[in-house]
């Protein structure tokens, strides 16, 4: 018993760890959790008497978990939503310096085209400085293939331009606060003028009606569904300020119960981009959790 004790102590320094890999992995905070307990249920079933570099050993686990699990949902692809945005991690304004290590909801989005192959040897190459030589046995390529996975996602996220988001996390919220109030004033003027020409709204409404999820791109149709949205498919709401995985965002409720959860990624003073999750099955699970972090 004293020796299980000993190894759960262990597991749980690196629990963080491992959920921040199979959530970079997955984008899906309940997948992550799932892929980091497979990874304590094999190691209390193997002991850790041979293992000299437990991070790296569990890493390894996790991944692998990961890399199937991703293999297994690319198989269902053809059953896939029209819009998907990954979980969120939400906590309050005052919770933020648990995020401080989030990786942005764009960034997640981009990293859900890729193969699973791709993502897992970016992510680990690339967002935790893993050796290639240690990612190659997961994929079953060499260490020269699996720098060519990793250039190949570089690539592919380089073209996909995600934004990188203004750094003063309050200028972003008075940006995100300015646009609610326009929404509110039905200010159509002043939406576009807080939108980024470019802008692209995402909303993952889940299995709800499929003309509830949506993509759509450019100022004055943004701004214009803002208007709709905030004006009659919300009337009564309250928007709590957040910060979603790092940047600034807010929590819908109506009647005081989490109806939509809103992540705005802000560069150069204006909103670039707004993810929204609008499914209540998701939405509900993460206010079991608080609204809290990775």
Known sequence: MADQDWLADRFEEQRAHLR???????????????AVQDAW???SRSGAGEVENLQAWLTTVVARVCLNALRSR?????EALPVHVPDPVV?????????AD????????????????????FVLHDMFQLPFEAIAPMVGRTPVATRQLASRARRRITGADVPAPDTDLARQHKVVDA???AARAGDFDALVALLDPAVVLRLDAGAAPSSASMVRSGAAVVARQALRGLRSAL??????????NGAAGVVVTVGGRP??????????GRIVEIDAIADPERVARLATTGFAGE
């Not at 690319?74 to 053809?78: D, I, Q, Y």
């Not at 906590?91 to 310096?97: F, K, L, R, T």
């Not at 009337?235 to 979603?244: K, W």
């Open 20 to 34: 921040s890999v199979a959530y970079r992995m997955l984008g899906s905070l309940t997948e992550a959790d799932d």
């Open 41 to 43: 249920l094999r190691l």
């Open 74 to 78: 690319n198989v269902r692809r053809e």
């Open 91 to 99: 906590a309050s304004p005052e919770e933020q310096a648990i995020l």
């Open 102 to 121: 989030s990786v942005g909801l764009a960034l997640l989005v981009v990293l859900d085209t890729l193969t699973p192959a791709e993502r897992l040897a």
């Open 179 to 181: 646009f609610f109030q």
């Open 235 to 244: 009337p009564g709401a309250e928007i709590r300020p957040a910060v979603v």
């Open 259 to 268: 109806v939509t959860v809103m992540g705005f990624t802000v560069a150069g």
